[in-house]
């Protein structure tokens, strides 16, 4: 046993080591000899006859009881009854702790169900407020489902008034396109009848144009042969540089300045028999491409011209100014005649010289942007354009 834990030797050894002690003397002696000298102070009162007041009472009861001192069994007993005082009430005190520990879970216990009672309550509150606007929708709801249950009655009534309606129109219109059915037989009828009719009128008077035309012919190329007139003549503006500077008005041509945003009249122009168009070349090309050299500006230009030419069929002149411009080296292609302005003459006075030159009621163009040469060509009885607008339908 000596080598038990101590706890262990407590636990297990506790009834055989005090049975031992009880009926061994010996054995006694030697454990009071080891008590002595664990409490030497304790085993020196009792020997003296003195209890320590401050003594633990269990240590003093066995101390008493091994040591064995004249009075052993009363501190004994009076050890006992102490033991017994501390330990009721310690289970005194602790019953007290209990209570105090049960009274508090007990306080807290209600003031937990005071506050489930009252959020009970709030939320008996809100169910009955939710309850009471529920009631009041479902009111709504069934006032709502009354009335449109009688507008459906109603509008039921009406597609059914409506069907019938439509039963009387189908039947109404099934028999007017029966009525036009026919009549629209009988005017194709009449139409045939009357294409038949127009076709013969139209032979007769076809033939009778055709002998007309045959007829002015024949006087046109008898009245060349008689006047001796050549197969191919000059035109005006060919022959500018021999007409002297005058400002003779050509009346009937001229109009207002077509806009860069109505190409369609400009192409309606081009479009005419025997147009002249006549363009102010550097005012064109500074228009539309400033940056780069007049020789490359005029060679664009007329490129451009060459393909308006091909495409319309119309008579196209540009004038450059040749003030600055020695013998200038100009190919034209065909379809485009290329003018310079004399020495002491500007390419406004020979525009101007060209359309003067132009026979009453020919329709001439001409294309600039310049504000004089267009009041002059206007007065001369040409149509003026400007240089954007001939630019835009160059690009296109």
């Given at each position: 046993?000596?080598?038990?834990?101590?706890?262990?030797?407590?636990?297990?050894?506790?009834?055989?080591?005090?049975?031992?002690?009880?009926?061994?003397?010996?054995?006694?002696?030697?454990?009071?000899?080891?008590?002595?000298?664990?409490?030497?102070?304790?085993?020196?009162?009792?020997?003296?006859?003195?209890?320590?007041?401050?003594?633990?009472?269990?240590?003093?009861?066995?101390?008493?009881?091994?040591?064995?001192?004249?009075?052993?069994?009363e501190?004994?007993?009076?050890?006992?009854?102490?033991?017994?005082?501390s330990?009721?009430?310690?289970?005194?005190?602790?019953?007290?702790?209990?209570?105090?520990?049960?009274?508090?879970?007990?306080?807290?216990?209600?003031?937990?169900?005071?506050?489930?009672?009252?959020?009970?309550?709030?939320?008996?509150?809100?169910?009955?407020?939710?309850?009471?606007?529920?009631?009041r929708?479902?009111?709504?709801?069934?006032?709502?489902?009354?009335?449109?249950?009688?507008?459906?009655?109603?509008?039921?009534d009406?597609?059914?008034?409506?069907?019938?309606?439509?039963?009387?129109?189908?039947?109404?219109?099934e028999?007017?396109?029966?009525?036009?059915?026919?009549?629209?037989?009988?005017?194709?009828?009449?139409?045939?009848?009357?294409?038949?009719t127009?076709?013969?009128g139209?032979?007769?008077?076809?033939?009778?144009?055709?002998?007309?035309?045959?007829?002015?012919?024949?006087?046109?190329?008898?009245?060349?042969?008689?006047?001796?007139?050549?197969?191919?003549?000059?035109?005006?503006?060919?022959?500018?540089?021999?007409?002297?500077?005058?400002?003779?008005?050509?009346?009937?041509?001229?109009?207002?300045?077509?806009?860069?945003?109505?190409?369609?009249?400009?192409?309606?122009?081009?479009?005419?028999?025997?147009?002249?168009?006549?363009?102010?070349?550097?005012?064109?090309?500074?228009?539309?491409?400033?940056?780069?050299?007049?020789?490359?500006?005029?060679?664009?230009?007329?490129?451009?011209?060459?393909?308006?030419?091909?495409?319309?069929?119309?008579?196209?002149?540009?004038?450059?100014?040749?003030?600055?411009?020695d013998?200038?080296?100009?190919?034209?292609?065909?379809?485009?005649?290329?003018?310079?302005?004399?020495?002491?003459?500007t390419?406004?006075?020979?525009?101007?010289?060209?359309?003067?030159?132009e026979?009453?009621?020919?329709?001439?163009?001409?294309?600039?942007?310049?504000?004089?040469?267009?009041?002059?060509?206007?007065?001369?009885?040409?149509?003026?354009?400007?240089?954007?607008?001939?630019l835009?339908?160059?690009?296109?």
């Open positions: 046993m000596a080598r038990f834990e101590p706890r262990r030797r407590a636990k297990l050894a506790m009834t055989l080591l005090a049975t031992q002690i009880e009926n061994d003397a010996e054995f006694r002696d030697r454990v009071a000899d080891a008590a002595r000298a664990t409490w030497p102070e304790l085993a020196e009162a009792l020997d003296s006859g003195t209890v320590p007041a401050a003594a633990d009472p269990a240590t003093l009861a066995a101390a008493a009881y091994l040591l064995r001192p004249p009075n052993w069994p501190i004994v007993e009076a050890a006992g009854a102490e033991l017994d005082r330990a009721a009430a310690a289970e005194q005190s602790q019953q007290t702790r209990a209570v105090e520990t049960l009274r508090g879970k007990l306080s807290e216990a209600r003031d937990q169900a005071q506050r489930e009672v009252s959020r009970l309550r709030a939320e008996l509150r809100t169910s009955r407020t939710e309850v009471a606007d529920l009631r929708k479902l009111h709504d709801a069934r006032n709502r489902a009354k009335e449109a249950e009688r507008r459906a009655t109603e509008e039921a009406a597609a059914a008034a409506e069907r019938a309606a439509a039963k009387d129109s189908v039947a109404a219109a028999k007017e396109l029966r009525r036009m059915r026919v009549e629209l037989a009988e005017a194709r009828e009449r139409a045939e009848t009357a294409k038949r127009t076709r013969e139209r032979n007769a008077a076809d033939a009778r144009v055709r002998v007309l035309l045959d007829a002015l012919n024949d006087l046109a190329q008898g009245l060349r042969r008689e006047l001796a007139l050549p197969t191919s003549i000059d035109r005006p503006a060919d022959t500018v540089s021999a007409v002297a500077p005058e400002s003779r008005g050509i009346g009937g041509r001229a109009g207002r300045t077509l806009s860069e945003q109505d190409p369609a009249q400009f192409d309606q122009l081009l479009a005419l028999p025997m147009v002249h168009l006549v363009v102010d070349g550097y005012n064109v090309t500074k228009t539309g491409y400033p940056e780069v050299p007049l020789a490359d500006q005029r060679r664009r230009l007329i490129a451009g011209l060459a393909g308006l030419t091909s495409r319309t069929g119309a008579e196209v002149t540009v004038v450059f100014d040749g003030a600055d411009v013998a200038p080296a100009v190919h034209a292609p065909r379809g485009v005649r290329v003018r310079f302005s004399a020495p002491g003459e390419a406004d006075e020979l525009i101007v010289r060209l359309v003067s030159a026979p009453p009621g020919r329709p001439v163009v001409v294309v600039t942007s310049d504000q004089e040469i267009v009041d002059a060509v206007r007065r001369a009885g040409a149509r003026p354009a400007s240089s954007r607008l001939l835009s339908r160059l690009r296109a």
